[in-house]
T-cell receptor, first 115, second 112 residues
Framework: EAQVTQNPRYLITVTGKKLTVTCSQN?????MSWYRQDPGLGLRQIYY???????DKGDVPEGYKVSRKEKRNFPLILESPSPNQTSLYFC??????????????FGSGTQLSVL | QKEVEQNSGPLSVPEGAIASLNCTYS??????FFWYRQYSGKSPELIMS????GDKEDGRFTAQLNKASQYVSLLIRDSQPSDSATYLC????????????FGPGTRLSVLP
């Protein structure tokens, strides 16, 4: 089954304790990205990756790191989490449909709470 | 001005009616436009994509795009209670379509 898998689904942590949210896709997509979703602000792009070893900042990259060592995995790293990073996080990969369109395929989300 | 604006709603329509969802965007470099549906606690799922001015129909859904007015809309015909969700407008910018910019979403409620 084609899917984007995020782990964990829920995470509660404390300020300053490094954490990693994993994301893996089994569709051989080149493009992957991370978003955070906050009430009233919608989905905001954190980082994206066009291919292996190619990453770039989105609109809200501060406080986050990513890596893309292999095509299927795109982990999101919070080196020193702060309460303002409490949010719902989504990983997504993108593919081109048969008629030339594009489609973002989202993971199930990770609800992060930083105390 | 926010880059993508949508009425937050809730927009309430009776079952069987037409729901009209609107979106304006500020980046004229946006080339492709998407509507996603998101149920509470779930991830967004693609409803429609549109790339050129005019209308595009897919089943009960019609997307409309007017690049000159920087406006995109989604019409849902014969609305069903199962259509009750938040609808996210997402223009895509960047030379390689790498930046999806999502609006805050419009919450739709279809009343039985």
């Amino acid at each position: 089954e084609a899917q984007v898998t995020q782990n964990p689904r829920y995470l509660i942590t404390v300020t300053g304790k490094k954490l990693t949210v994993t994301c893996s896709q089994n569709m051989n997509h080149e493009y992957m990205s991370w978003y955070r979703q906050d009430p009233g602000l919608g989905l905001r792009q954190i980082y994206y990756s066009m291919n292996v070893e190619v990453t770039d900042k989105g609109d809200v990259p501060e406080g986050y790191k990513v890596s893309r060592k292999e095509k299927r995995n795109f982990p999101l790293i919070l080196e020193s989490p702060s309460p303002n990073q409490t949010s719902l996080y989504f990983c997504a990969s993108k593919f081109r449909t048969g008629n030339g369109g594009e489609k973002l395929f989202f993971g199930s989300g990770t609800q992060l709470s930083v105390l | 001005q926010k880059e993508v604006e949508q009425n937050s709603g809730p927009l309430s329509v009776p079952e069987g009616a037409i729901a009209s969802l609107n979106c304006t965007y500020s980046d004229r470099g946006s080339q492709s436009f998407f509507w996603y549906r998101q149920y509470s606690g779930k991830s967004p799922e693609l409803i429609m994509s549109i790339y050129s001015n005019g209308d595009k129909e897919d089943g009960r859904f019609t997307a409309q795009l007017n690049k000159a007015s920087q406006y995109v809309s989604l019409l849902i015909r014969d609305s069903q209670p199962s259509d009750s969700a938040t609808y996210l407008c997402a223009p895509c910018r960047g030379n390689y379509g790498q930046n999806f910019v999502f609006g805050p979403g419009t919450r739709l409620s279809v009343l039985p």
